[in-house]
């Protein structure tokens, strides 16, 4: 079984300061991981993704994230944290090798407050 | 490039009626997954389905819900008797095979 652990329920950043918002995973094949962004009252918003390949991803708005998978981790991070990154944060796995390939499983999320 | 549609984007019903959500995929998407967020929780997945066939539906309760993707026509999830428990986000996503799954903006349905 495929699960996400975000172990932060949230996390507070001053303007400026670099943002990390840690992500673990736990499949039993391949993963495809995921970063999302939620504003209030709106949809998700595809933020980046790591398939294969480089294991530093660069995504949308500056954000970034490494895929370490001895550590089964995939944090996400921004240099330099804006008050516009305020948002509910959610990471996802999904795990082609099982029956449930296109399930996502997504971690609880974690809110970001940047703080000017 | 319109992304993908869901309607109506707030729903509110009394205990025992029916609750009807739709979703239209981005063009050229043949995959369609729904997804339920309770307040404070994350997402839970619901169904994944292709035209006309469900594909994992093990999120979904085996009860009042049922969820098609028709030939022609948008994904619909329906919901029979609601009840206050079901009050929640219901989002939509949709994607072009086993890649990124890109979400619409969600059905807030309240149950009175």
């Known amino acids: 079984a495929q699960s996400v652990a975000q172990p932060e329920d949230q996390v507070n950043v001053a303007e400026g300061n670099p943002l990390t918002v840690k992500c673990t995973y736990s499949?039993?094949?391949?993963?495809?991981l995921f970063w999302y962004v939620q504003y209030p009252n709106r949809g998700l918003q595809f933020l980046l993704k790591?398939?294969?390949?480089?294991?530093l991803v660069k995504g949308s708005y500056g954000f970034e994230a490494e895929f370490n998978k001895s550590q089964t981790s995939f944090h996400l991070k921004k240099p330099s944290a804006l008050v516009s990154d305020s948002a509910l944060y959610f990471c996802?796995?999904?795990?082609?090798?099982?029956?449930?390939?296109?399930?996502?499983?997504f971690g609880a999320g974690t809110q970001v407050v940047v703080t000017p | 490039n319109a992304g993908v549609m869901q309607n109506p984007r707030h729903l509110v019903r009394r205990r025992g009626q029916e609750a009807r959500l739709r979703c239209s995929p981005m063009?050229?998407?043949?995959?369609v997954y729904w997804y339920r967020q309770l307040p404070e929780e994350g997402l839970k997945f619901m169904v994944y389905?292709?035209?006309?066939?469900?594909?994992?539906e093990s999120g979904m309760p085996k009860e009042r819900f049922s969820a098609e993707f028709p030939k022609e026509g948008p994904s619909i999830l329906r919901i029979q008797q609601v009840v206050r428990g079901d009050s929640a986000a219901y989002f939509c996503?949709?994607?072009?095979?086993?890649?990124?799954?890109?979400f619409g903006p969600g059905t807030r349905l309240l149950v009175l």
């Open positions: 996802a796995v999904r795990d082609l090798t099982t029956d449930s390939w296109g399930k996502f499983q």
């Open positions: 996503a949709s994607s072009f095979g086993a890649e990124t799954q890109y």
């Open positions: 499949v039993s094949g391949n993963p495809y």
């Open positions: 063009k050229g998407h043949s995959h």
């Open positions: 790591y398939i294969t390949g480089d294991n």
């Open positions: 389905l292709q035209k006309e066939n469900i594909i994992d």
